[in-house]
């Protein structure tokens, strides 16, 4: 067995200096002669006189046996050092027998024996001793800290739990009862919900009081539920009302009772509910009469039955919050989605029903599963290897979050890891923060449903859109000749131009939404890849939109950010990407401003980059603008500008499906950075 407290040179010299003083008592003895008959029984021949050494080699004999056992017994531990010393022990005690048949010279065993027993007893309870310290004082500290993370004060608890019974049973009386040490039940939180005033009614209460604990000592003594009518109330009240006591039991020992007072006839089917309340009462009972006694101070532990108690009183506390801890994995069960919980070893600590069931195991195969077993259950095409999956979480610390498509089973199933860590304050709540990682949390949702639905409704609409296309082609074409026609009088040609033109606007806006929602549905491999020089694609734009820049009076500047490699790309959607955000910054910045492009290599990515010197997006709306249909409310905006909050979802969509992402900064009155990152080849 490996020492749990490792023994300092500090630590032997005291025990070598502990072991001497027990061979310094022995020696004294031996000097005043009161070992002589016990020395005599180690001698072969009595009768005669055999010579004694001399009083220093005497008193070097009985120090060295003492501490040599000492010795040994601090070196080889409490067992093994026995066996040591009991063999030397033997040796010398056959030597003793021989040398003096032999030789007619007593060699000290007598002596020697007990300096060495004594010194290895003193040796062993000073290190039982140091053992019960650290036990104590770790003891301590785990109840103080486990006391300390409660929600609230364990009475508070006993109240709550009360209040709890009242709130589902009619009740007119609840107390909890604790025991003191002579097993005298006392109460320890009580509930009324009558108030009672007469004098009458008191002399009554105290009677009924002392009927109640009698009937709590029967219900402790027994182990067994005690129901019976309620005499006292019942005189008053007719009907027949219960009095029902159930006993507290924490840990296999009593700890109280609880007395309750119905209003009505205790009904059988509440007795299991009395006892599910009844546990989490005694736990709390418990944990409160633990806090209460006072710990004994250190020094006296391993003497003191207080203390002993006190320490048995803070492992049941222990205990109890042990059992409070699981509840959690319990309550998961009850979960729907799958979830498991793994240590950072990669043991499975928890796995529920449903993601067994997810990941296709049996209750059997659930309890030999490793980390790694249950995620090669998930592998896909997008998810073909874990390891790495795990490891980036593990790096990060950021969660992982896949959506995995199974064809073959027509589902699919939302997988996320994540990795749990717990922030606390070192010493006390005072240092400095510490972040501690405590397991992996995988959890995996069947959005099959989701998926179908999003699926149609996306459908639905594109089928809608192209059937809006072709009235409104009629529209415009009608509108379009119309205005042409001279005889018609100048206002109605206008009108007719402004049919004209929104309807124009119109297919530009259900042509975009299309774009959107095809891409969305197209799987990442669909998109046509081909090998594209990012720069050439920026000047390109650059030189699209400079007449509708100039319009403004804004200068289109492109930056060069030196040499770049080839991404792999859908030349015009790229484009489109970039015309967007071009678009964007002319559209969204005052005349006489610059729109800077920039292009950079990243680690394994190229950026480009669109600034302007516009109106900016104030914060909250940074993370929404990529979204379908949404468009920023801003003061003194031009309604006349075309705006359908699609732009920029088609922009994300696009690079996401491309595999790389999208990025904002932005700062209201001063301008924005829009950016995207793909993948280099
Ligand atoms: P649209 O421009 O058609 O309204 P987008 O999806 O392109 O749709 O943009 C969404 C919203 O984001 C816009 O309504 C606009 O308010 C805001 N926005 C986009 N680009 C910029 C920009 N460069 N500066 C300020 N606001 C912008």
């Known amino acids: 067995m490996k020492h749990l407290i490792t023994p300092s040179i500090k630590s032997r010299f005291v025990s070598l200096a502990l072991s001497f003083a027990p061979s310094a008592v022995v020696f004294g003895l031996w000097s005043w002669g009161a070992l002589a008959s016990l020395g005599s029984v180690f001698v072969v021949g009595r009768g005669e006189a055999s010579?004694?050494?001399?009083?220093?080699?005497?008193?070097?004999?009985?120090?060295?046996?003492?501490?040599?056992?000492?010795?040994?017994?601090?070196?080889?531990?409490?067992?093994?050092?026995?066996?040591?010393?009991?063999?030397?022990?033997?040796?010398?005690?056959?030597?003793?027998?021989?040398?003096?048949?032999?030789?007619?010279?007593?060699?000290?065993?007598?002596?020697?024996?007990?300096?060495?027993?004594?010194?290895?007893?003193?040796?062993?309870?000073?290190?039982?001793?140091?053992?019960?310290?650290?036990?104590?004082?770790?003891?301590?500290?785990?109840?103080r800290r486990a006391s300390a993370t409660e929600a609230c004060a364990a009475n508070v608890r006993l109240s709550g739990g009360l209040k709890l019974l009242d709130t589902v049973l009619p009740l007119k009386e609840a107390v909890v009862f604790s025991l003191d040490s002579a097993g005298v039940p006392?109460?320890?939180?009580?509930?009324?919900?009558?108030?009672?005033?007469?004098?009458?009614?008191?002399?009554?209460?105290?009677?009924?009081?002392?009927?109640?604990?009698?009937l709590c000592e029967r219900a402790v003594r027994t182990g067994e539920i005690v129901i019976q009518p309620d005499l006292t109330a019942s005189q008053a009240e007719g009907g027949c009302p219960s009095i029902v006591v159930v006993p507290l039991r924490h840990a296999g020992r009593a700890v109280g009772a609880l007395?309750?007072?119905?209003?009505?006839?205790?009904?059988?089917?509440?007795?299991?509910?009395?006892?599910?309340?009844?546990?989490?009462?005694?736990?709390?009972?418990?944990?409160?009469?633990?806090?209460?006694?006072?710990?004994?101070?250190?020094?006296?532990?391993?003497?003191?039955?207080?203390?002993?108690?006190?320490r048995l009183e803070s492992f049941h506390m222990i205990a109890g919050l042990l059992i409070e801890q699981g509840f959690a994995a319990h309550a998961l069960s009850e979960a729907s989605d799958g979830h498991a919980v793994a240590y950072l070893d990669g043991t499975i600590a928890y796995v529920n029903q449903p993601m067994l069931a997810a990941a296709?195991?049996?209750?059997?195969?659930?309890?030999?599963?490793?980390?790694?077993?249950?995620?090669?259950?998930?592998?896909?095409?997008?998810?073909?290897?874990?390891?790495?999956?795990?490891?980036?979480?593990?790096?990060?610390?950021?969660?992982?979050?896949r959506e995995l498509p199974f064809p073959d089973r027509n589902q699919t199933l939302e997988l996320r890891i994540a990795l749990i860590t717990e922030s606390r304050r070192e010493h006390n709540g005072q240092g400095a923060l510490v972040v501690e990682p405590l397991c992996l949390a995988v959890t995996v949702r069947d959005v099959t449903r989701i998926k179908e639905y999003e699926k149609?409704?996306?459908?639905?609409?594109?089928?809608?859109?192209?059937?809006?296309?072709?009235?409104?082609?009629?529209?415009?074409?009608?509108?379009?000749?119309?205005?042409?026609?001279d005889t018609l009088p100048e206002s109605t040609r206008e009108f007719l131009t402004i049919i004209s033109s929104e309807s124009q606007r119109l297919t530009r806006m259900i042509n975009t939404f299309l774009a959107v929602t095809q891409l969305e549905q197209k799987d990442r491999q669909e998109v046509l890849k081909i090998p594209l020089m990012l720069d050439d694609v920026v000047r390109e734009t650059i030189n699209s939109m400079q007449p509708v820049a100039k319009r403004k009076r804004i200068r289109l500047v492109e930056r060069e950010g030196g040499?770049?490699?080839?991404?792999?790309?859908?030349?015009?959607?790229?484009?489109?990407?970039?015309?967007?955000?071009?678009?964007?910054?002319?559209?969204?910045?005052?005349?006489?401003?610059?729109?800077?492009?920039?292009?950079?290599?990243?680690?394994?990515?190229?950026?480009?980059?669109?600034?302007?010197?516009?109106?900016?997006?104030?914060?909250?709306?940074?993370?929404?603008?990529?979204?379908?249909?949404?468009?920023?409310?801003?003061?003194?905006?031009?309604?006349?500008?075309?705006?359908?909050?699609?732009?920029?979802?088609?922009?994300?969509?696009?690079?996401?499906?491309?595999?790389?992402?999208?990025?904002?900064?932005?700062?209201?009155?001063?301008?924005?950075?829009?950016?995207?990152?793909?993948?280099?080849?």
């Open 51 to 143: 010579t004694q050494p001399q009083w220093w080699v005497a008193a070097l004999l009985i120090a060295a046996a003492g501490m040599g056992a000492g010795f040994a017994v601090e070196r080889a531990g409490g067992r093994r050092g026995l066996l040591f010393v009991g063999a030397a022990l033997a040796v010398l005690c056959a030597a003793s027998f021989a040398v003096s048949a032999l030789l007619r010279i007593d060699i000290l065993f007598a002596p020697m024996l007990l300096a060495a027993l004594a010194s290895a007893l003193v040796v062993q309870v000073r290190r039982l001793w140091i053992v019960d310290t650290e036990l104590t004082r770790n003891l301590q500290r785990v109840a």
């Open 186 to 214: 006392a109460p320890a939180a009580r509930l009324r919900s009558d108030a009672q005033g007469s004098a009458a009614a008191e002399t009554n209460r105290n009677s009924a009081w002392r009927e109640g604990v009698k």
């Open 259 to 310: 007395l309750v007072r119905l209003r009505e006839e205790f009904d059988e089917t509440d007795r299991p509910l009395l006892k599910n309340v009844s546990a989490q009462l005694a736990r709390d009972l418990q944990r409160d009469e633990a806090r209460a006694q006072a710990a004994p101070a250190d020094s006296a532990t391993l003497y003191s039955a207080r203390a002993a108690e006190h």
């Open 360 to 401: 296709r195991l049996t209750e059997k195969d659930g309890a030999r599963l490793d980390l790694f077993g249950l995620l090669d259950r998930f592998r896909a095409g997008v998810f073909d290897e874990p390891s790495i999956a795990v490891r980036r979480v593990l790096q990060t610390g950021d969660a992982y979050e």
């Open 456 to 485: 149609l409704k996306s459908d639905m609409i594109s089928l809608m859109s192209h059937e809006l296309r072709t009235p409104i082609t009629s529209i415009n074409g009608f509108a379009e000749l119309l205005a042409m026609d």
């Open 563 to 681: 040499k770049l490699p080839p991404v792999a790309a859908d030349r015009s959607l790229i484009t489109q990407v970039v015309t967007n955000l071009v678009e964007n910054a002319i559209k969204y910045s005052p005349e006489r401003t610059a729109v800077t492009l920039s292009t950079a290599l990243e680690a394994d990515a190229v950026r480009v980059t669109v600034e302007d010197r516009g109106y900016g997006i104030p914060p909250e709306a940074v993370d929404r603008v990529w979204e379908k249909f949404y468009r920023v409310a801003r003061d003194g905006h031009d309604k006349e500008e075309e705006s359908t909050g699609l732009g920029l979802s088609f922009v994300r969509e696009v690079v996401e499906q491309h595999g790389g992402e999208v990025a904002l900064e932005s700062e209201v009155g001063r301008g924005s950075k829009f950016s995207f990152t793909l993948p280099r080849l």
